[in-house]
């Protein structure tokens, strides 16, 4: 199952532009390279030389639920500094959610969404 999500991606820019296809190659912070869509509009607004540096791209993407893989990554833009953002911190907190709310009904979760008595 795919769904649509927005990511923070944070890594070196190795590559950028195109003739007919923009996109922005980024080695991430584990080694591995994506290929992130983009516009020429969008990559030629940029004021700041990016190429071979480190840099925080903002995109969206579509997630596997399962595995976590992520495609058809889109530029969406370009942010100014490195977050301080963990996602071993977030997946840790996560854990901790999933095993504080595991013994909740899960009808009783979609009853009390969706504002229904």
Not at 6 to 20: A, H, P, S
Not at 46 to 72: F, S
């Amino acid at each position: 199952m795919w769904i649509p999500v927005e990511k923070y991606l944070e890594g070196q820019i190795t590559d950028l532009g195109g003739t007919n296809k923009a996109n922005v190659h980024l080695k991430l912070m584990n080694g591995k390279v994506v290929t992130v869509g983009s516009s020429q509009e969008l990559l030629a607004a940029e004021k700041t030389n990016r190429l071979y540096k480190l840099a925080v791209l903002h995109v969206g993407a579509e997630e596997n639920l399962r595995t976590g893989e992520l495609r058809n990554l889109r530029l969406l833009t370009f942010q100014s500094q490195p977050s301080d953002w963990s996602e071993a911190e977030f997946k840790a907190m996560t854990a901790k959610g999933t095993q504080a709310w595991k013994g909740v009904s899960d009808a009783w979760l979609e009853e009390l969404r969706s504002g229904k008595e």
